[in-house]
């Protein structure tokens, strides 16, 4: 199996009785110590699967397998573009809250509830980006950040629970209202994050 990092072929290729999971572990480890993050790994040309799919794919033999791809890149540059895009994603939710609301008072039920499955996608970008802050980034903002994050959840369980019964118009509220202002904190939350610096390693789980 020829291995590929950034596009750029290894002189040695992985053979024998080895699993392609053993290889890219492998490849972790050394890329981690070099201070550098993996962002994308691909298999014959195909991304990494979900699930026992994935499991599949790493119990299969690297003599049934052609190539692997492997980006990688600082964690300085990886943090600081996935910073930007959820910061991006977030500075819509605050007027998507208010646009929703709105449309569930007027009645517009199946355009609303398609609206809140979109902003609830957007969410949960928000919280998975909170976890990779905090084990990456060296400032004190990311305790407030998931403190923010995590006061979200009841806010989002009151608006899951209207839409479960029926009653638009507390949903309304909690988007309008609740919803609205805990996004602004978490927005106000990230910002210091622009000036952190990142770590060299990621804290443990």
Excluded: H
């Excluded at 007027?95 to 996608?121: P, T």
């Amino acid at each position: 199996m020829r291995i590929y990092l950034n596009d750029s072929a290894l002189e040695k290729e992985a053979c024998g009785s080895l699993t392609v999971g053993q290889v890219i572990q492998d490849l972790q480890r050394e890329v981690t110590s070099g201070g550098k993050v993996v962002t994308n790994i691909r298999i014959d040309g195909k991304p990494l699967e979900n699930g026992f799919r994935r499991r599949r794919q790493f119990e299969r033999a690297v003599d049934a397998t052609s190539r692997l791809d492997v980006a990688i890149a600082n964690p300085q540059s990886v943090v600081e573009l996935m910073l930007n895009d959820v910061m991006q994603v977030c500075s819509t939710l605050p007027e998507q809250c208010e646009s929703l609301a709105l449309q569930f008072r007027l009645g517009e039920e199946a355009r609303a509830n398609n609206g809140l499955a979109e902003m609830l996608d957007k969410l949960s970008l928000l919280t998975k980006s909170a976890s990779v802050f905090e084990r990456w980034v060296l400032s004190n903002a990311t305790t407030q950040l998931s403190q923010s994050v995590a006061d979200l959840a009841p806010v989002i369980d009151t608006i899951l629970k209207a839409q479960t019964n029926g009653d638009y118009v507390a949903l309304a509220d909690a988007l309008e209202y609740e919803l609205k202002r805990s996004v602004r904190v978490c927005i106000d939350a990230m910002n210091p994050l622009k000036a952190a610096q990142v770590r060299s390693t990621p804290l443990l789980d």
